[in-house]
């Protein structure tokens, strides 16, 4: 272990940097947050979110905006309830009228409060600094059962009995079990979510994943008190947003379920489980279904414009009726604020616009998709940035005070933020003109975003025509949409069109359907320009799956891909330096295996993964001889309110041509003409050579000429030349760390490449990134046709095959002895190529 380590900072890029940004409520211990954060915490939305009946049926309360809000059925203007002190969700009614409980978020925690609705006050219920959710009334007024992390920061139900306004100390009602099953998106105990009462109030309707591996779990009935016992009713693999409700008659629980097609929908049971049936359908999302007392109506959530929006369903007959918030009646004083942005000649622009109150707190149209960081540093700020998309002018109203805007537009225009003061009843303009750094598509330079998922699960409902639009206001000329399940299904499959750009392509911009395969074992890849079908099943490895074998691997995918003239590539490589050595957290990346075998067209170094961990592994790959450009995926998930960085957080360009088309493109990645970046803009020319040439000497010791340059948005710390793995020469930036030009003298004497990288060592806004970081592809140097050898990095993935070969071999889910000999062949195949290239070195030597 010592012996790797020591490489690894002699590479200068080991990921032990300084920590900043931190994640939203990271007190959440469960794996794969990305996940649960969308999909089960409430979300900031400029539409309606979770709704709650007044007892006689009348009216609604629901979330939007951060605030609660109260609704007349026929009715379009809703009355503000809740104002300031943090953001406001998942309102629930108390049975006599007189209050409602709700979760309020105050940048560090999820707590409960209770308004009391005849005075406007607000009371804390809980303070213990958990995240606590989904407060449900039980039906005598006298209690609450919710769920909170303030165990050991698990997902437990809890009640609350609550009094004249006061809550007493909460009760745990689930047990904490160690499930012992192999869990790879959940976590190894079981979780407990989603209580809803009994009409008796004795008993609850819970979701738990309570013996299963896959999904958020089935709908269990229990006492509603401390107990380990409890009965399953109906299981089906949830995805966090199942929600049901228990009708007042006691005879029917409705919920929210995605079986059987893409999206969730509302479906009904009997509260004994029994064979459900679907009540609503439609490619977009049904969820948060909610009775009315008398179980005439089921109001629910909808994103079928895009949006979320609050709809009623008539009990029986299913008549529709949306509940439209067209007036708003602000409790707090407001002001409006419309934003244009426009370039140097006038002309509207589409763009990037975050809009923050003096209290941290974002804002948005009524109309747009509000979209938040899922990390920040509370150092700078008290929530996480909040922004939208806005098509050349946005207006909004918000609370009165000093508000301040910033505008974005990609990386090749400058950073633009304004403060105004919004007078109470005010109604300001601010027109805000984007300067333009660089003009790379000129230079036959083009943006892409190579790991892009339109639906996965979230808030929102994306269509091309919106993925279009992003794509305009991010300055992004490529969006390589990847095709992939989340869990049972594939949202959006349907759009697959054999490799033809979509149908909202236009010559500056392209938006083409590919597909990310995943496996919870070899690696995620990307599969870019497929030309004749999706992949399936999408995954492999899924214990307890008929996808439990190991084959295919990736390289038998990527077979796959390259027969239908794809890319294939990995993606999101590597959270930390991964260490063979280390026998408890095994290696199981495929990476080096399709590397040696040839099988790897680009690799994204920068990705939902930490950038220098990647490239430390990169740099030994290139040691050894082997030729993989440098590609960049930001993995957003676009229908996410909450998400990692907006499309093109992390892109690439490509040096393609002066045309843009989708071949042209894919054959300049393939050919490492590429440079990745979330910020820094660089050129690299070796002795007039770009990125993905090879330089050939003569035997002998020689001097190369290295022009570097950068633009950046954001001040960046170093810019360095990095030689076979090292450092050899740092550029001087300008005074604002913004820009650098300088021409190097580097001697060469054995074969290698060279690359330029910008980075610094924490996180820098508007960069919504763990920190600022590029890389060009390599320029590669070769003396006297002697490839490049390093048996240090050759042994290294000597030892790492070593392990995926002990792996594999103990692995029990093979279909037959056949896939099993055939993954191993393949381990072994590539475990010879990497000692072959040791071999060859000390022989020479």
């Not at 805007?405 to 300001?428: F, H, I, M, P, S």
């Not at 077979?559 to 260490?579: C, I, K, R, S, W």
């Not at 191993?824 to 030597?845: D, G, P, Q």
Request: proline share 7%.
């Amino acid at each position: 272990m010592r012996r790797i380590l020591l490489a690894l900072l002699a590479l200068g890029t080991t990921a032990s940097l300084p920590a900043q940004r931190e994640a939203v409520l990271g007190q959440i211990k469960v794996p794969h947050p990305y996940y649960f954060r969308e999909m089960y915490l409430p979300q900031l939305t400029t539409g309606p979110s979770g709704a709650a009946w007044m007892p006689d049926g009348t009216a609604l309360v629901f979330s939007m905006r951060g605030s609660l809000w109260r609704q007349s059925l026929g009715s379009t203007v809703a009355t503000q309830l809740t104002a300031g002190a943090g953001y406001d969700y998942q309102p629930d009614v108390s049975p006599d009228g007189k209050w409602v409980a709700f979760d309020r978020y105050d940048g560090k925690s999820v707590e409960l409060e209770l308004l009391e609705l005849r005075s406007g006050k607000i009371t804390a219920l809980t303070n213990n600094r958990a995240v606590n959710l989904e407060p449900r009334w039980s039906p005598d007024g006298s209690r609450l059962a919710f769920v909170s992390t303030a165990f050991e920061g698990r997902w437990h139900v809890y009640t609350m009995d609550v009094r004249d306004g006061r809550g007493a100390e909460p009760m745990r009602v689930t047990t904490d079990r160690d499930s012992k099953l192999p869990r790879y998106y959940y976590s190894v105990y079981d979780h407990y979510l989603s209580p809803t009462w009994s009409p008796d109030g004795k008993e609850l309707i819970l979701i738990s994943n309570r013996g299963q591996i896959w999904g958020t779990g089935g709908f269990w009935r229990m006492r509603a008190e401390p107990s380990d016992s409890m009965r399953l009713i109906h299981f089906e693999e949830t995805t966090w947003k199942a929600r049901p409700d228990w009708s007042p008659d006691g005879k029917r629980v409705v919920y929210s379920s995605y079986v059987g097609t893409q999206y969730n929908q509302l479906w009904l049971m009997t509260s004994d489980g029994g064979v459900p049936f679907e009540l609503t359908y439609g490619p977009f999302d049904a969820t948060s279904p909610r009775w009315s007392r008398d179980a005439r109506h089921i109001a629910y959530i909808s994103n079928d414009g895009g949006n979320t929006a609050l709809w009623v369903l008539d009990m029986p007959g299913a008549a529709k009726h949306r509940v439209e918030p067209r007036t708003l009646r602000f409790i707090e004083p407001v002001g409006a604020l419309t934003i244009s942005v426009v370039d140097d000649a006038g002309r509207p622009l589409d763009a990037r616009i975050s809009v923050t109150g003096a209290d941290g707190r974002s804002w948005a149209p009524t109309s747009a998709l509000m979209h938040a960081d899922d990390s920040f540093d509370r150092s700078e700020r008290h929530y996480e940035v909040g922004y939208f998309h806005s098509p050349g002018s946005a207006s909004l109203t918000i609370p009165a005070g000093p508000v301040t805007v910033e505008v974005t537009r990609g990386l090749e225009y400058a950073v633009a933020t304004q403060t105004v003061q919004v007078a109470a009843g005010d109604a300001k303009s601010l027109r805000v003109t984007m300067r333009r750094l660089v003009d790379l598509p000129a230079r036959g330079w083009y943006s892409g975003d190579l790991h892009v998922h339109m639906n996965y699960g979230g808030a929102y409902r994306t269509v091309p025509k919106q993925l279009a639009f992003m794509a305009r206001a991010e300055d992004l000329h490529v969006i390589e949409e990847l095709i992939v399940n989340k869990e049972q299904r594939v949202p959006d499959i349907s759009y697959f069109a054999g490799g033809a750009p979509d149908a909202v392509s236009t010559p500056s911009m392209l938006i083409v359907h590919g597909q990310e395969f995943h496996t919870s074992y070899w690696g995620h890849s990307g599969l870019l320009g497929l030309t004749k079908n999706i992949i399936l099943p999408g995954y492999a490895a899924y214990a307890n799956t008929p996808a439990a074998s190991l084959y295919p691997a990736n390289a038998n995918v990527f077979d796959l891909g390259h027969a239908q003239g794809a890319l294939t590539g990995y993606v999101h490589p590597f959270d930390e330096p991964p260490n063979p050595e280390d026998t408890v957290a095994r290696v199981t990346s495929e990476l080096p295996v399709d590397v040696a075998l040839g099988k790897v067209d680009y690799m994204e170094i920068l990705g939902f993964s930490d950038h220098r961990s990647t490239a430390a592994v990169w740099y030994r790959l290139l040691n050894c001889g082997f030729r993989i450009p440098a590609g960049a995926g930001t993995d957003a998930m676009t229908n996410f309110a909450s998400l990692r960085g907006p499309v093109g957080m992390n892109r690439v360009y490509v040096h393609s041509g002066p045309k843009l088309d989708h071949a042209s493109f894919l054959r300049a990645i393939k050919a490492g003409r590429t440079f990745a970046t979330n910020g820094p803009l660089l050129s690299l020319l070796v002795n007039e050579k770009e990125p993905g040439s090879d330089i050939a000497f003569p035997l002998g010791s020689h001097t190369i000429s290295v022009r570097a340059s950068m633009h950046s948005i954001v001040p960046v710390e170093h810019l360095e030349l990095v030689q076979n793995g090292k450092v050899v020469a740092t550029v001087p930036l300008s005074a604002d760390r913004r820009s650098a030009s300088a021409t190097v003298k580097l001697p060469v004497d054995r074969s290698g490449w060279i690359t330029l990288r910008a980075w610094s060592e924490r996180a820098t806004p508007p960069v919504l990134d763990i920190y600022p970081f590029a890389t060009t592809s390599p320029v590669y140097l070769t003396i006297a046709g002697i490839p490049p050898r390093s048996p240090d990095d050759a042994r290294f993935f000597m030892d790492w095959i070593d392990r995926l070969r002990e792996g594999a071999e103990r692995h029990t889910g093979y279909n037959s002895a056949a896939e099993k000999a055939s993954v191993l062949a393949l381990i072994s195949h590539a475990r010879a190529e990497f000692e072959k290239r040791a071999y060859e070195i000390a022989v020479s030597r």
